[in-house]
């Protein structure tokens, strides 16, 4: 049991670190939108900053995806429902999941899964 809330609190920390520096992110995004000055600018500059601000845009939803993942992570977390490979059940190694925090497999099935990929590619392309 010792084992488990071991992981657990080794999980919840990957997922609080990331938490914080999407928040951090979203944060920087929303300043550099307040501090886009408008009326100054002439029609060519204007429509270059639509453009910047369509980029931060979609960044800004970006992080606002992956703050929803994390906070679903971290309820799934104590239910023991994060960190589960899909495919077989396993638990996924806590630094595949600090790389990724939202692998959905384990290394083995994501392996097999690339290799039949492959095969298959191979297959279609013959
Ligand atoms: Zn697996």
New binding site residues.
């Given amino acids: 049991m010792e084992q488990v809330d071991k992981r657990r609190k080794a999980l919840q920390e990957i997922l609080l670190n990331k938490k914080r520096e999407v928040v951090q992110q979203i944060e920087n995004l929303m300043v550099a939108q307040e501090d886009t000055p408008s009326g100054i600018l002439d029609t060519g500059d204007q429509s270059l900053k639509n453009h910047e601000t369509d980029v931060d845009l979609t960044l800004l939803e970006m992080n606002n995806r992956l703050l929803k993942e994390i906070e679903d992570a971290l309820i799934k977390l104590p239910e023991n429902r994060y960190g589960i490979?899909?495919?077989?059940?396993?638990e996924?190694s806590a630094g595949r999941l600090k790389a990724m925090p939202f692998a959905k497999?384990?290394?083995?099935?994501?392996e097999?899964q690339e290799l039949f990929e492959k095969i298959e590619r191979t297959r279609t392309e013959a």
């Fill in positions: 490979c899909e495919e077989c059940g396993a996924i497999y384990c290394v083995t099935c994501k097999r």
